[in-house]
């Protein structure tokens, strides 16, 4: 949810550029089952704007309610919302609304945490009890400093706290420049994720050839920067180049990647994996057994763009440890 608090942060920072005022929405609790888990958050612009959400899209009319009185006295104060009787979803929900207020040392720091891809942690007090709390809010941690999200925000002795250790935001590292990346850059913007391109200067490609994208990596895959990679990259290999990718895998055989996907069938992943064990046969085995080729599920895909959710669906499962199933056949709860 890194990359969700990421574009509040941005929000904010446009808002109060033209003195809008900002409440922030955290569900600090859930009693049953709802669309979205605790820890979600969403932010409210004194002009009835919002950013993001806190469900399917039921309950923020009445967040947006509900925050007036914040916008008025900036007082924390916490809603509930009970889905059993409205929604169907069998949950009953606490949001936190308080006002949203940061510092320009905050903003600061939060960029460079980010740009850096550190991780941080976000603290909420509240009490499970309708009405305002005075004094009760959020602040988050950069390592050893902690800020406030008002300056009304104090410590709390008898406060229920929710807590979330924010990770970097999830990468994408896209190698290739054909079309199929251009789609799959596309898809995995769209979940919010940071995505980058690798290309060599052969084929000619600038950031601009896909839209929206963080940075375009252009060099020869021996320059490859694998210090980049960390445990939050997934790296889908599709030069459509069995050369190139053979390059890039002797360069990436001594990183990490959450996820590392090779398009083409079977038989080329298995030739490829073959010749690099040729070339190091010191290599990790578990490198080798975590290259998932063919890349994506099997969902029937075929267009470009079915192929992209196929591969983006088994990235998910990859990076949150599950096994595709259809949720009518899920016995135990969603989440």
Request: charged share 25%.
């Amino acid at each position: 949810m890194t990359h969700e608090f990421k574009k509040i942060i941005k929000e904010y920072i446009i808002a109060s550029s033209t003195n809008i005022k900002c409440v922030l929405a955290t569900v600090v609790h859930l009693d049953g089952s709802s669309y979205r888990k605790p820890g979600v958050r969403m932010l409210i612009r004194e002009d009835n704007i919002m950013i993001g959400a806190v469900s399917g899209g039921c309950v923020e009319k009445e967040v947006l309610f509900q925050a007036q009185s914040v916008f008025e006295n900036q007082t924390a104060k916490l809603m509930t919302y009970d889905g059993r009787f409205r929604l169907g979803c069998e949950g009953l929900l606490y949001i936190l609304l308080e006002s949203f207020s940061l510092s320009e040392e905050l903003i600061n720091d939060f960029n460079l945490v980010i740009e850096n891809r550190q991780s941080f942690e976000l603290h909420t007090s509240y009490q499970k009890e309708y009405g305002v709390l005075d004094g009760y809010g959020s602040n988050i941690q950069f390592n050893s400093k902690s800020y406030t999200f008002n300056k009304n925000t104090k410590e709390q002795s008898k406060a229920l706290y929710f807590t979330q250790s924010m990770q970097p935001c999830q990468r994408l590292l896209l190698i290739g420049g054909e079309h199929d990346a251009v789609q799959l850059a596309h898809f995995g913007l769209s979940m919010g994720w940071e995505v980058n391109v690798a290309v060599t200067p052969k084929e000619n490609k600038t950031i601009s050839d896909f839209p929206g994208i963080d940075t375009l990596i252009d060099c020869e895959p021996e320059d490859f920067p694998i210090e980049t990679i960390d445990k939050n990259t997934a790296i889908l290999l599709m030069t459509h180049s069995y050369v190139k990718d053979l390059k890039y895998l002797i360069m990436l055989k001594n990183s990490s990647p959450t996820y590392l996907g090779v398009l083409g069938p079977i038989k080329r992943r298995e030739k490829l994996l073959s010749e690099l064990l040729e070339y190091d046969m010191d290599i990790d085995l578990d490198f080798i057994e975590g290259v998932h080729g063919p890349a994506g599920l099997n969902i029937g895909a075929e267009t470009p763009q079915e192929i992209a959710i196929s591969i983006l669906a088994e990235i998910l499962t990859v990076i949150r440890k599950t096994h595709p199933v259809m949720l009518k056949d899920k016995l135990k709860p969603i989440h």
